[in-house]
């Protein structure tokens, strides 16, 4: 079974802190992947990454960084945490292809910045 | 622009079917993904269709239209457990993995 990991289920950071959030997965994937997920706006894809040390900015990568320095680890960093970054990250994994292949998601990490 | 239609949300009755409809206009298109995901929960796979026509797989079935932007997700026999959310997402021409998600469709299953 592919699995996915991410380092907290819920997080709560105060304006201004540097956040970092790690995922990991265990299936050998090339691609990995991260979303937010609010209300009423479903999953946003902020930045994805089909390589080590290479990076693809989403749909909305502003106040936003990542890091990919090992193949199963995908880093998403918030350098200057402001509330309207409170949301679900969702970090999602698949095999290298033409994008037919499955995503697998994390369990999703909550995070209240305060 | 790239966009993905689905209801928000639907009501249904346990034991019946019901029908979730997703259209989209995307920039080339390479499939069609159906996530099922529960409140608090990671969305998790439930179908993938490239070619137009029916995939069935035990109580769920997904159609796809390419010529239309059209695909639905049939849900038989409904059980309380498949009250949850159900996300379309579409692969888009020259893709590299990334996938484009509707919103999102509630579902809820009454007794």
């Known amino acids: 079974d592919v699995k996915v990991t991410q380092s907290s289920r819920y997080l709560v950071k105060r304006t201004g802190e540097k956040v970092f959030l790690e995922c990991v997965q265990d299936?050998?994937?090339?691609?990995m992947f991260w979303y937010r997920q609010d209300p009423g706006l479903g999953l946003r894809l902020i930045y994805f990454?089909?390589?080590?040390?290479?990076?693809e900015k989403g749909d909305i990568p502003e106040g936003y960084s990542v890091s990919r320095e090992k193949k199963e680890r995908f880093s998403l960093i918030l350098e200057s945490a402001s509330t309207n970054q409170t949301s679900m990250y969702l970090c999602?994994?698949?095999?290298?292809?033409?994008?037919?292949?499955?995503?697998?998601f994390g369990p999703g990490t909550r995070l209240t910045v305060l | 622009g790239q966009n993905i239609d689905q209801p928000t949300e639907m009501t249904a009755t346990e034991g019946a079917i019901v029908q979730i409809n997703c259209t989209y206009q995307?920039?080339?298109?390479?499939?069609l993904f159906w996530y099922q995901q529960h409140a608090g929960e990671a969305p998790t796979f439930l179908s993938y269709?490239?070619?137009?026509g029916l995939e069935e797989k035990g109580r769920f079935s997904s159609f796809l239209s390419r010529s239309k932007g059209y695909s639905y997700l049939l849900l038989k026999e409904l059980q309380m457990k498949d009250s949850a959310s159900y996300l379309c997402?579409?692969?888009?021409?020259?893709?590299?993995?990334?996938?484009?998600f509707g919103k999102g469709t509630k579902l809820s299953v009454k007794p």
């Open positions: 999602a994994s698949s095999p290298a292809g033409s994008g037919t292949d499955t995503q697998y």
């Open positions: 299936m050998d994937h090339e691609n």
């Open positions: 990454s089909y390589d080590v040390k290479m990076k």
């Open positions: 995307t920039s080339g298109f390479n499939g």
């Open positions: 269709n490239v070619l137009d």
């Open positions: 997402a579409v692969s888009p021409g020259g893709s590299q993995g990334n996938l484009i």
